[in-house]
């Protein structure tokens, strides 16, 4: 049974930093492209970063680039979002997700795998 697991939300003031962890299990890590989604209180869901499988392509939504980094250790079957310089509007739930696309990919419908999300609050 594929599972994603994702921990490490929480409140953190604005301007601060926040890592986030997804712990997979159930399936071929290291063959699966992996990424981070968002969804705020009364929006649509939307992806913030992704990266390859191969762990040569990444790749970001235009407001986190420079603040925010995705990562992934293969022989943990784990993946990372570490969140600098977080601001308020980025108060959501965050969910990692996999899918077997050779390519990063920021949609979605790409994704068959989700986890169930943390909360992540960012106080002004």
């Known amino acids: 049974e594929v599972q994603l697991v994702e921990s490490g939300g929480g409140l953190v003031q604005a301007g601060g930093s926040l890592r986030l962890s997804c712990a997979a299990s159930?399936?071929?890590?290291?063959?699966?492209?992996i990424g981070w989604f968002r969804q705020a209180p009364g929006k649509e869901r939307e992806g913030v970063s992704s990266?390859?499988?191969?762990?040569?392509?990444?790749y970001y939504r235009d407001c986190v680039k420079g603040r925010f980094t995705i990562s992934r250790d293969n022989a943990k079957n784990t993946m990372y979002l570490q969140m600098n310089s977080r601001k308020p509007e980025a108060t959501a739930v965050y969910y990692c997700a996999a899918t077997a696309y050779d390519s990063v990919s920021l949609a979605d419908i790409d994704y068959d795998s989700w986890g169930q999300g943390t909360q992540v609050t960012v106080s002004s």
């Open positions: 159930g399936f071929t890590f290291e063959d699966y492209t």
């Open positions: 990266i390859s499988r191969g762990d040569d392509g990444t």
